[in-house]
Nanobody, 126 residues
Framework: QLHVVESGGGLVQPGGSLRLSCAASEFTLDFHAVGWFRQAPGKDREWVSCISGSGSSTIYADPVKGRFTISRDNAKNTAYLQINSAELEDTAAYYC???????????????????WGQGTQVTVSS
């Protein structure tokens, strides 16, 4: 069964860094856009960032622009989300999702994504 698995979450202090990974299983990430979403307690799941299948296009939500970096290594079948300058508001469960996507960009709408991971918790606290 096709699926993706997130890892790398944990506790980080404000201003600290963390790198999340999204590993694909039973399929290759080539020609798949990868999106990262997050959901804080009591809030809707929100889109954070996405990267095109080739990696040439990346898009970020305004709250994370300049602090988060999305990347991918197709040879390792893995995508990443680097979190820098972590803020308290970044505390959430983070999910990666993938969809077969041949366009040059990547989708922001969560309903377009086909496969989702189970999430990894990121807690920003001093």
């Amino acid at each position: 069964q096709l699926h993706v698995v997130e890892s790398g979450g944990g506790l980080v202090q404000p201003g600290g860094s963390l790198r999340l990974s999204c590993a694909a299983s039973e399929f290759t990430l080539d020609f798949h856009a990868v999106g990262w979403f997050r959901q804080a307690p009591g809030k809707d799941r929100e889109w954070v960032s996405c990267i095109s299948g080739s990696g040439s296009s990346t898009i970020y939500a305004d709250p994370v622009k300049g602090r988060f970096t999305i990347s991918r290594d197709n040879a390792k079948n893995t995508a990443y989300l680097q979190i820098n300058s972590a803020e308290l508001e970044d505390t959430a469960a983070y999910y990666c999702a993938v969809v077969q996507w041949y366009g040059s960009a990547c989708p922001k709408r969560r309903e377009l994504y086909e496969y989702w991971g189970q999430g990894t918790q990121v807690t920003v606290s001093s």
